[in-house]
């Protein structure tokens, strides 16, 4: 029935962590999830969802099918609204028309009575949702969760951050927690509460932090990457940019930092470049490349629109996305650079994570990523799926040694570029010892 549904939307194969976290989670593993941007986490967690949640799954024996009546059965939790609703479109493209009321969406932004109203008129089994949003209704007793057999961190590290921390403790603590439960009490270990619930977080990048928390909030969880699984217990302490040894030998460290969290189709350059120059730099780079879908990432808000300006005037379609506008304005522009009416979607790191644009050819920093995680998930916005790539960071004189840096935490080559008459040329491989040397002698 299902494998007949995903050939009918076009999925016939598996990609490698498809390959390797569908069985382990149908085994009931907690799972942690660690793969490169674009290699398909989502379907990784939803389709063994979809085979015990709703009308794929296997008929479920009596006393469980009149449970299975009460609530929710699966929560997912996602940093951003816009990957929010990204979610319950894969969700909704596999159940069809006929079904797609069994998932529901509570992201912010989205009007909650009507997300209340809605979950009392269809009962979904499945929800979707930002941490704030799901915690509010969840402490209004309007979301029943306590018979949930799935709870789904997505871009779990993210989750993680402090801005979260309130709302994630909820949803840890309530979603498949039965009602007169004891309280979580460490004394008895973490599992007391918890009986069938199985917990999956999910990231292209898995620092110390999310091991930690996984341990903590699952029974014996496993580490799945695009090929192996190895039981979480056997990855060793280490700080946030420890680099993979060998991925594919389970007793590897694994990669705590981003190193094997990038599609491997992608070019890195970078393009030095004056600040009040960047944006034609930008424009000369799109001509250069002739890069059809691209995303330019800014740090600050406020710059935003000045960018899609400038690039307008020089009759670059653009737009900016950011977390100040409007629900409405959000996807309309995001509806826009999906279907090719925007050549650039000028945004911050809240576009950052997740956001699934098939067709993006080119990533553009604009201003440079805090650090190698976040530069990973800005890279992976290109080369989804194996598709190829370019990533290209605008940066001064001064900030060189931070590609350099870069370059040494993704052990990844990330070539100096310019575009002189529309073309792209890079210049020859500067060492990192050359590198270096530049950067002292300035
Ligand atoms: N087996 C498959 N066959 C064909 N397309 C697939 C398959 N699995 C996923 N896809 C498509 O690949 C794209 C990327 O998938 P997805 O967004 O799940 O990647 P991801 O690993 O979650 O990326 P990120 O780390 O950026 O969140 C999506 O458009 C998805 O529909």
């Known amino acids: 029935m299902l494998i007949a549904r995903l050939e009918r939307v076009g999925l ?19 799972v942690v999830i660690q793969s490169y941007t674009g290699s398909g986490k989502t379907l990784a967690y939803l389709l063994p969802i979809l085979c015990e949640v709703g009308p794929f799954a296997e008929k479920l024996s009596q006393d469980e099918d009149s ?29 069809g028309p006929e079904d797609k009321k069994l998932v529901q969406q509570l992201v912010g932004g989205a009007n909650k009575s009507r997300q209340e109203e809605a979950l009392r008129k269809n009962k979904p089994s499945i929800v979707v949702g930002t941490p704030g949003r799901i915690a509010e209704i969840s402490a209004t007793g309007k979301l029943h969760t306590h018979n949930c057999r ?34 979580h009490n460490k004394a008895k270990g973490p599992l007391v509460r918890r009986t069938e619930r199985r917990t999956i977080l999910v990231s292209a990048t898995v620092p110390f932090s999310v091991i930690r928390a996984a341990s903590s909030w699952g029974r014996d969880p496993v580490l799945v990457r695009a090929k192996t699984v190895v039981p979480l217990e056997s990855v060793p302490a280490a700080g946030p940019d420890t680099l993979s040894k060998n991925p594919t030998n389970s007793s590897s460290t694994i990669t705590q930092g981003a190193a094997d969290s990038l599609p491997p ?27 059809r879908s691209v995303i330019a990432f800014m740090n600050h808000t406020k710059r935003l629109k000045d960018a899609v ?11 900016e996305l950011h977390g100040d ?16 009416e925007l050549r650039v979607l000028v945004t911050n790191e809240l576009s950052a994570r997740g956001l699934d644009v098939a067709q993006c050819d080119l990533v553009v920093n604009l201003d440079l990523p805090t650090d190698s995680i976040h ?20 940066c001064e004189e001064s900030e060189v040694f931070i590609m350099k840096k870069l370059h040494k935490q993704l052990g990844i080559p990330i070539q100096k570029c310019d575009f002189p ?5 890079v210049f020859k491989e500067e060492t990192i010892k050359e590198m270096s040397s530049e950067a002292t002698a300035r």
């Open 309 to 319: 300006f400038k690039l307008e005037a020089r009759g670059i379609t653009a737009a």
């Open 375 to 394: 530069y990973a998930h800005r890279a992976g916005r290109a080369g989804r799926l194996g598709r190829k790539g370019y990533v290209v960071s605008m």
């Open 421 to 425: 008459e529309g073309k792209l040329s």
């Open 325 to 340: 506008l409007g629900k409405l304005a959000r996807s309309t522009t995001l509806k826009k650079f999906k279907n090719g």
């Open 150 to 183: 799935f709870l789904v961190l997505d871009e779990v590290d993210e989750l993680l951050s402090f801005n979260f921390r309130e709302d994630m403790h909820r949803i840890l603590e309530h979603v498949g927690r039965r009602p007169g439960a004891e309280p």
């Open 67 to 95: 449970d299975k009546r009460i609530g929710v059965e699966a929560v997912i939790v996602a940093p951003s609204r816009e990957l929010g609703m990204q979610i319950v479109r894969e969700f909704e493209k596999i159940l």
């Open 265 to 291: 189709g992608l070019k890195h350059y970078y393009c030095v470049s004056k600040l009040q120059h960047k944006v034609d730099s930008l424009r000369r780079c799109v001509h250069a490349l002739d890069a």
């Open 12 to 30: 016939t194969v598996p990609t490698d962590v498809q390959s390797t976290a569908i069985p382990t989670i149908l085994q009931n593993h907690d």
